[in-house]
């Protein structure tokens, strides 16, 4: 936990993960998972779904949230004005996630964005350019699943 910057990091083997004002960290390296998200304050975990560490993982969720506000919540000052109310608003999540697995080798098969009750939907998934697996987080999911 870093006080100062406000953000937490989880390096284990069967979870990595980074939650607080991550906008302002850039790029947070968690021993070959990394996460750079661009909104203010977000967590963003990636989780072995298999029993293994996510270096040998075939499959892996990246759960990611951002800030939620109840409808017509508002603050001036520092201070509530409106606690509004039902429903909530979450902001779009901009992130982007890299694991550390070698692209050449073994690739993803079909990374899928998931809905809030975990079932796969058509949006589409930005895979990232480069030697490892990376995604491009779909802005309005929750849940993405990437296996090899």
Known sequence: LDWGAGVLRVNAPRCRAAAGFLGKAG????????????????SIFVIALDDKPIEQSQKVLIQAMTEERPYGFRAEGGKITDLGGPPFGVRKIQAKVTLPWDVNSVGAKNPAALDENGYVTDKKVKALGGTKVGIELTPDAIYHVLER
């Open 27 to 42: 790029a947070i390296d968690l021993g070959g998972v990394t996460i750079d998200c661009a909104n203010e304050y977000a």
